[in-house]
């Protein structure tokens, strides 16, 4: 099993709709988690955090969910700009350290 | 600020062939790392380091090689390169000594083929 799992999409969803992703990771030891966005040929940069009690920012709205071990991002009236791959990230232990352990990414696509 | 910056931006390779892929950050940060980003796998720790003189393996170090001289530079070296090393590369820095405790900062990235 993956220590972080995401569905990889790709999402097709109409502008001004809501789109949720969820990310699953098999740690229940994990203490940090962040969603990061990757633009198409571009590197991933830090969309939020993810804090215990959920967090918002503008459109964007993060959930945490330790007894089930998953974390979900919601979009809200979603733009022709939120078209990008989704990363779920979580801090983790690899090998004894550390770490910061990627999903695989969910592709959006928000159509006009 | 530049932030983080990367060299080459591609590069093909044939197999056997050595290259050292750069990067550096301006921004003053201990820790720096190096993944890989391949289809359907997400991006991989090669190495990291948690200050200057201070090197460790990630998830997938085999066939590479890093050293940090200094806090600005981070350079990755590919031994002798194989097809299965064809992949995007993306060295990222942060402000802690560890991984997760604060954002990390990608550079642009190095796509590299080996024939």
């Known amino acids: 099993r993956k220590e972080v799992e995401q569905d990889p999409g790709p999402f097709n969803v109409p502008e001004g709709a809501t789109v949720a992703f969820n990310c699953t990771y098999s740690?229940?030891?994990?203490?940090?988690f962040f969603w990061y966005r990757q633009d198409c040929r571009k590197e991933p940069k830090l969309l939020m955090s993810?804090?215990?009690s959920g967090n918002e920012d503008g459109r964007f709205t993060a959930q945490l969910n330790r007894a089930s071990q998953y974390i979900s991002l919601l979009i809200r009236d979603s733009k022709l700009s939120d078209s990008a791959t989704y990363l779920c990230?979580?801090?983790?232990?690899?090998?004894?350290?550390?770490?910061?352990?990627f999903g695989q990414g969910t592709r959006l696509t928000i159509n006009p | 600020n530049a932030g983080v910056t990367q060299t080459p931006k591609f590069q093909v390779l044939k197999t056997g062939q050595s290259m050292t892929l750069q990067c550096a950050q301006d921004?003053?940060?201990?820790?720096m790392s190096w993944y890989r980003q391949d289809p359907g796998m997400g991006l991989r720790l090669i190495h990291y380091?948690?200050?200057?003189?201070?090197?460790d393996q990630g998830e997938v170090p085999n066939g590479y090689n890093v050293s940090r001289s200094t806090t600005e530079d981070f350079p990755l070296r590919l031994l002798s390169a194989a097809p299965s090393q064809t992949s995007v590369y993306f060295c990222?820095?942060?402000?802690?000594?560890?991984?997760?405790?604060?954002?990390?900062?990608f550079g642009p990235g190095t796509r590299l083929t080996v024939l």
């Open positions: 990222a820095s942060s402000y802690s000594g560890a991984a997760g405790y604060n954002e990390q900062f």
């Open positions: 740690n229940s030891a994990s203490q940090s």
């Open positions: 993810v804090y215990s």
């Open positions: 990230v979580v801090r983790g232990v690899i090998q004894g350290a550390q770490k910061l352990v």
């Open positions: 921004m003053n940060h201990e820790y």
């Open positions: 380091s948690v200050g200057a003189g201070i090197t």
